[in-house]
């Protein structure tokens, strides 16, 4: 099993460690998630696939607390985007923190992704965005949503291969709405979170070197290894 944690998502579980368990899930979110990953699996006994993985550490002051790894996929005119990772910390008790996050484009434009969090074995959410006719359909918590955009062509996975030279905005599939991508220096950009927390991210040959993701309390790290 490949356990994942994208940067927003760790940032959400330091704040949120104490939220109570979410219920059971409706059965078209694991559907979309069979769905893709049998996508995935498909996509990657294909010869024809071409793949690139970074591996980055995740530290909080100055310790290294657990790794990522970023891959992509890429066949004609689909991509497939995972980051997995895991990442062990300790507050006031210990934090096991288990990610798993999917996107699957087609002809640069986002089809289909999925999220899903736990905490010490317990899952705490599962989240899902589908492409339709009249835009995209959400599911967080069994509770449907609709985003009125006629396609999503960027979102948080593609900022640790594509710098956001020409973006002013990207998708969060973990909050489900848009996000405002400043640019605070050469190769470097700011995205505020709806929270108020903020992460900066720079670049070097269009790839993602380091995250920074800063809260009032602490800050973490995300560094190429």
């Given at each position: ?14 704040q949120k460690i104490t939220a109570i ?28 696939a071409q793949e690139k993985t970074v ?171």
């Open positions: 099993m490949i356990l994942i944690i994208t940067v927003e998502l760790l940032f959400w579980f330091l368990e979410a219920g059971k899930f409706s059965f078209l979110i694991i559907s979309e998630q069979a769905k893709l990953a049998v996508l995935f699996f498909l996509f990657t006994i294909n010869s024809q591996n980055y550490n995740v530290l909080r002051n100055g310790t290294v607390i657990g790794q990522m790894q970023f891959s992509q996929k890429t066949n004609n005119n689909d991509v497939f985007l995972k980051i997995s990772s895991e990442v062990k910390t300790r507050l006031i008790f210990g934090i096991d923190i288990k990610t798993e996050e999917g996107s699957h484009f087609k002809n640069g434009k986002l089809i289909s992704s999925y999220v899903k969090r736990h905490v010490n074995g317990k899952e705490k959410a599962n989240k899902t965005t589908q492409l339709i006719d009249s835009g995209y359909k959400t599911l967080a918590e069994n509770k449907k949503g609709q985003i009125k955009q006629n396609y999503i062509d960027y979102n948080l996975m593609l900022l640790y291969s594509k710098e956001p030279v020409s973006e002013n905005q990207v998708y969060s599939d973990s909050f489900q709405q848009f996000l405002v991508i400043k640019k605070t220096n050469t190769h470097s950009y700011r995205i505020v979170l709806p929270d108020g927390n903020y992460n900066d991210y720079h670049f070097l040959n269009g790839v993602c070197q380091k995250v920074e993701l800063h809260h009032s309390l602490f800050t973490i790290n995300i560094q190429i290894a």
